[in-house]
């Protein structure tokens, strides 16, 4: 059972990794990817102390939303959308999510623009140059950043996802996104997961989307199926 004992006492061993590796843990904000669980693990993750939570699919955000209905406000998470996303699921989402996390086109901005004026996001930014992954190519994100600005969307940083199997070039993908960040004066930096939070913290993250290390494995866990949030 996933309880909130459960998840409080991997939070802690959360926190001891990302101090571990050289990160303020007081500055580092654990995003509880809630995808595939059911809502009272959701209400667990809230009750341990983790107010934000990560979802990458439409239809489980809006049904852990509609869970969460009658909760009062100081009891309500913030919702960040952490997976690809199509332009269609936006108007149904817009009411709900907090933080869009992936944010790689502007025509996805601009839909999220019309919907939900003034929204925060981050845009996706793929720098482990594999095609099958989204994001941007890291040379395009500076225009994409004032795209969505003129947009009249707040854009609060970039995010990234690391390189599975691969150490060296998550490392490589996480500084690049670091540094491009600096330059674009971005406070946000949403890079790591279970398995590679050292190297994000080492790179300089802000933001960790964990999963697996807060409640295990999946129910539909399968291999290289960890996405964007594991």
Same mark, same amino acid.
């Given at each position: 059972?996933?309880?909130?004992?459960t998840?409080?006492?991997?939070?802690?061993?959360?926190?001891?990794?990302l101090?571990?590796?050289?990160g303020?843990?007081?500055?580092?904000?654990?995003v509880a990817?809630t995808?595939?669980?059911?809502?009272?693990? +959701?209400a667990?993750a809230?009750?341990?102390?983790?107010?934000d939570? &990560?979802e990458?699919?439409?239809?489980?955000?809006?049904?852990?939303? +509609?869970?969460f209905?009658?909760?009062?406000?100081a009891?309500a998470p913030?919702?960040?959308?952490?997976?690809?996303l199509?332009?269609?699921?936006?108007?149904?989402?817009?009411?709900?999510?907090?933080?869009?996390?992936?944010?790689?086109r =502007?025509?996805?901005?601009?839909?999220?623009?019309?919907? +939900?004026?003034?929204?925060?996001v981050?845009?996706q930014?793929?720098a482990?140059?594999?095609?099958?992954?989204?994001?941007?190519?890291?040379e395009?994100?500076?225009?994409?950043?004032g795209?969505?600005?003129?947009? &009249?969307?707040?854009?609060?940083?970039?995010?990234?996802?690391?390189?599975?199997?691969?150490?060296?070039?998550?490392a490589?993908a996480?500084?690049t996104?670091?540094?491009?960040?600096?330059?674009?004066? =971005?406070?946000?930096?949403?890079?790591?997961m279970?398995?590679?939070l050292?190297? +994000?913290?080492?790179?300089?993250?802000?933001?960790?989307?964990?999963?697996?290390? =807060?409640?295990?494995?999946?129910p539909?866990?399968r291999?290289?199926?960890? &996405?964007?949030?594991d």
């Amino acid at each position: 059972m996933i309880d909130a004992a459960t998840v409080q006492a991997n939070l802690a061993r959360v926190h001891e990794r990302l101090a571990a590796a050289g990160g303020d843990v007081g500055a580092i904000t654990v995003v509880a990817v809630t995808k595939a669980f059911d809502a009272p693990v +959701a209400a667990a993750a809230l009750a341990a102390g983790i107010g934000d939570l &990560g979802e990458n699919y439409a239809q489980q955000l809006l049904a852990k939303v +509609a869970a969460f209905a009658d909760a009062p406000p100081a009891m309500a998470p913030r919702w960040h959308m952490i997976g690809s996303l199509q332009r269609n699921k936006v108007p149904a989402l817009a009411p709900h999510v907090d933080c869009w996390q992936t944010v790689d086109r =502007l025509s996805l901005g601009t839909a999220i623009a019309r919907r +939900a004026p003034g929204a925060t996001v981050l845009v996706q930014v793929n720098a482990t140059d594999e095609p099958h992954k989204g994001g941007c190519p890291p040379e395009q994100a500076s225009e994409l950043v004032g795209a969505l600005t003129d947009a &009249g969307l707040q854009v609060r940083g970039l995010m990234a996802v690391g390189k599975a199997g691969d150490d060296d070039g998550t490392a490589r993908a996480f500084t690049t996104v670091a540094h491009l960040a600096d330059r674009l004066d =971005l406070p946000v930096r949403s890079m790591g997961m279970s398995g590679d939070l050292e190297l +994000a913290v080492r790179a300089g993250t802000t933001m960790v989307r964990v999963g697996r290390d =807060l409640f295990g494995a999946r129910p539909d866990a399968r291999p290289g199926s960890g &996405g964007v949030g594991d």
